[in-house]
């Protein structure tokens, strides 16, 4: 098999990994409270993510290695992994109480934060695509803003909120990417938001184990989204440029909309699915663009 082929292999992968997190979550939070959720969803992927430091780590991927990462990087790791606590809680939290298509569709809005903080901060320039490519994502996220101002207005700003987050996370991470190892940042993430909700639940009023069918959604969505997934995505990154990852992504929306639509029955307004095109339009642009600007600067 070629470089090619397995690239888009694990690309595939991992975009229904992704889009799974999405379908999964959903079916257990409608039943199962957020703090039981986070901890056996993460809990899973601790023991997962334990079991691949221990037996395919290696002597980079050691929990030798991983603690004088976290020592020599200390105030970059509380932040991330803080910020990164934060902005899942409120994920989960809106896939609780929104369609998960509609929060996929927001989530495309990554790219142009991004842009925005690199443009403010790292002064990098924006070209006639990326500035297309914007104004299509900021007209799809006001007219989805606009579909929803009798109904979740405010989740929808959540939403926002939370996705920048994210961005301004990943240009930290840009600006830090020497530093660290992706192995150690996804581990330790992972043991973060695992242990800050068995620690809360632990005193606020012991641990609630869900029941069968729930418990067993929990143990695989918390193998296919934290690390199955994951894993698929940094091993597609290894033989794909990263632009073409990044641009192929996009389609993560339409795979949820899918599976909101067919397997939970969610039904989205022609407005709000027309509102998500133009996001992931828009941002398909932004990526085309940028990877232009990049080779243009080389």
Same mark, same amino acid.
């Given at each position: 098999?070629?470089?090619?082929?397995?690239?888009?292999? %694990?690309?595939?992968?991992?975009?229904?990994?992704?889009?799974?997190?999405?379908?999964?979550?959903?079916?257990?939070?409608?039943?199962?409270?957020?703090?039981?959720?986070?901890?056996?969803?993460?809990?899973?992927?601790?023991?997962?993510?334990? $079991?691949?430091?221990?037996?395919?780590?290696?002597?980079?991927?050691?929990?030798?290695?991983?603690?004088?990462? +976290?020592?020599?990087?200390?105030?970059?790791?509380?932040?991330?992994?803080?910020?990164?606590?934060?902005?899942?809680?409120?994920?989960?939290?809106?896939?609780?109480?929104?369609?998960?298509?509609?929060?996929?569709?927001?989530?495309?809005?990554?790219? !142009?934060?991004?842009?925005?903080? &690199?443009?403010? $901060?790292?002064?990098? =320039?924006?070209?006639?695509?990326? +500035?297309? @490519?914007?104004?299509?994502?900021?007209?799809?996220?006001?007219?989805?803003?606009?579909?929803?101002?009798?109904?979740? !207005?405010?989740?929808?700003?959540?939403?926002?909120?939370?996705?920048?987050?994210?961005?301004?996370?990943?240009?930290?991470?840009?600006?830090?990417?020497? =530093?660290?190892? &992706?192995?150690?940042?996804?581990?330790?993430?992972? %043991?973060?938001?695992?242990?800050?909700?068995?620690?809360?639940?632990?005193?606020?009023?012991?641990?609630?184990?869900?029941?069968? =069918?729930?418990?067993?959604?929990?143990?695989? @969505?918390?193998?296919?989204?934290?690390?199955?997934?994951?894993?698929?995505?940094?091993?597609?990154?290894?033989?794909?440029?990263?632009?073409?990852?990044?641009?192929?992504?996009? !389609?993560?929306? $339409?795979?949820?909309?899918? @599976?909101?639509?067919?397997?939970?029955?969610?039904?989205?307004?022609?407005?709000? $699915?027309?509102?998500?095109?133009?996001?992931?339009?828009?941002?398909? +642009?932004?990526?085309?663009?940028?990877?232009?600007?990049?080779? =243009?600067?080389?």
């Amino acid at each position: 098999m070629t470089d090619d082929k397995k690239g888009f292999l %694990y690309l595939f992968i991992s975009l229904l990994c992704g889009a799974s997190v999405y379908i999964i979550s959903k079916s257990i939070l409608k039943v199962v409270d957020i703090n039981s959720f986070m901890i056996f969803w993460f809990g899973t992927a601790s023991f997962n993510v334990t $079991f691949f430091i221990l037996f395919f780590g290696g002597n980079n991927t050691s929990y030798k290695s991983i603690f004088l990462e +976290l020592r020599k990087n200390l105030l970059f790791y509380i932040y991330i992994l803080s910020s990164e606590l934060g902005a899942a809680l409120l994920f989960f939290y809106l896939i609780k109480c929104m369609n998960p298509a509609v929060i996929s569709f927001i989530e495309n809005l990554n790219p !142009l934060f991004v842009l925005i903080i &690199s443009i403010l $901060f790292l002064k990098e =320039k924006m070209n006639k695509i990326e +500035l297309l @490519g914007g104004l299509i994502s900021l007209s799809g996220i006001i007219l989805l803003t606009f579909s929803y101002i009798n109904g979740s !207005l405010f989740l929808i700003l959540l939403s926002v909120l939370d996705i920048f987050v994210y961005a301004v996370n990943a240009t930290v991470i840009r600006w830090y990417r020497e =530093k660290f190892t &992706s192995i150690c940042l996804a581990s330790l993430r992972i %043991y973060t938001i695992f242990f800050a909700f068995f620690i809360i639940d632990l005193f606020k009023k012991g641990i609630f184990v869900p029941n069968g =069918k729930y418990l067993f959604l929990l143990l695989i @969505g918390g193998t296919v989204g934290p690390f199955l997934g994951m894993f698929s995505y940094f091993k597609s990154l290894q033989y794909l440029k990263a632009s073409t990852v990044s641009f192929i992504n996009r !389609l993560k929306p $339409f795979l949820v909309f899918f @599976g909101a639509s067919f397997i939970l029955g969610y039904e989205m307004s022609k407005k709000s $699915f027309i509102s998500g095109v133009l996001i992931v339009l828009g941002t398909a +642009l932004l990526i085309k663009g940028r990877e232009k600007y990049q080779v =243009k600067t080389e």
